[in-house]
């Protein structure tokens, strides 16, 4: 077997199942982007399948790993990390893991979805690559009742001037503490001379953040500020854009090889349970007992749910603000909106 059939038959054993790509990035979700560079960088040889572009896909279905040979899947950034590692992380690294996380993380969110900067920008990149109804080219009742249920959760995700300096001063502090890390290893990756997992998690983040954020939002602005890290980035940006090219000549059998093939799309029957689910956390996130950077943990989850179920529902904008009540039983809020629903379905096929 020749080398070009050799690596062919590689991409088949290996799929990488994500989010959509958008420019010449793979994927534009951070957790898929993050595995694909992680895979790419441990020199396994994976095709690239896109999710499909349809609203009933559920958060945290990607990115999967699919073996094919071993007909395994791996489900997440962490079961595909473990599934591809070699060595331990070190507890330097896990540290400085957990640092991004909880103090870079939060402020992505809250610029991604709630920046007012980036609204216009970000809103257009999710109708685009997932098909978020984000845009009145989808049935004006779709449009509307997912921008309610938008609405609901953003007033329940609102913060205030001072709560929103603290996210992003934590932010700058880490960007600081990364920008430290690069300069005192004196190597080309946060984690060293090797593209380790931390390297994974910041540049994916940081890609996203270059490639769809605005240039006047203020977590690019801080970013521009440390020079070292907008090196890093680039570097990292231009090896994606070469891979993209390299991806353009080997998309035959991706093109014939849909995520349908390998996954079954979430049935119409459990988008029930993601309503009561994403209802649950709304109540969850409103308790005073969450802390701020855990609210906005739940920020992404929510919001997308959200528009999941608006896509779902066809009821009055008008009707659904004051028929749900935050006092209402959970159950009962998902049967008011299925009661809507078959109202106004009803009415269309009548008036029809």
Known sequence: MDTTSS?????????????????????????????SLWL??????????????????????YPTLHDIVNKKHYVGFESIYEYSRTLNPTADELALLATFKRLFVPAFMHSQWLDETNKASFRTLYHYTIGLPTSLFYIRKKFSSAQTW????????????????TIY?????CLSILED????????FIGGEKFSLIDAWVSSYLLVLVHFASEKSRLRTLLTQHLRL?????RIDEEQLILSKERENVTSYEATYTDSNISTPPAQAGI???????????????????NLNSKIDRLQYLIIGGFIIGAFTTFNNNNE????????????????????????????????
């Open 181 to 188: 890390k690069l300069a005192k290893n004196n190597q080309q």
């Open 321 to 352: 603000k004051t028929s749900i009540d935050n006092n209402m039983n959970d159950q009962d809020i998902v049967k008011i909106i299925y009661e809507n629903d078959q109202v106004k379905r009803i009415e269309a096929v009548r008036n029809n």
């Open 230 to 234: 907008v090196d890093y980035i680039q």
């Open 150 to 165: 938008f609405d609901i959760i953003a007033n329940k995700c609102s913060y205030s001037n001072e709560q929103q300096n």
């Open 272 to 290: 029930e349970q993601s309503m009561l689910d994403v209802i649950t956390q709304l109540r969850q996130l409103n308790s005073t007992s969450l």
């Open 40 to 61: 790419r960088a441990q020199g396994l040889s994976y095709s690239i399948v896109n999710a499909n572009r349809q609203i009933s896909m559920i958060f945290g279905t």
């Open 169 to 173: 001063a934590d932010a700058d502090r």
């Open 7 to 35: 690596k062919q038959q590689e991409r088949e054993n290996l799929i990488l199942s994500v989010w959509p790509n958008c420019n010449h990035l793979p994927t534009v979700d951070p957790a898929c982007l993050a595995a």
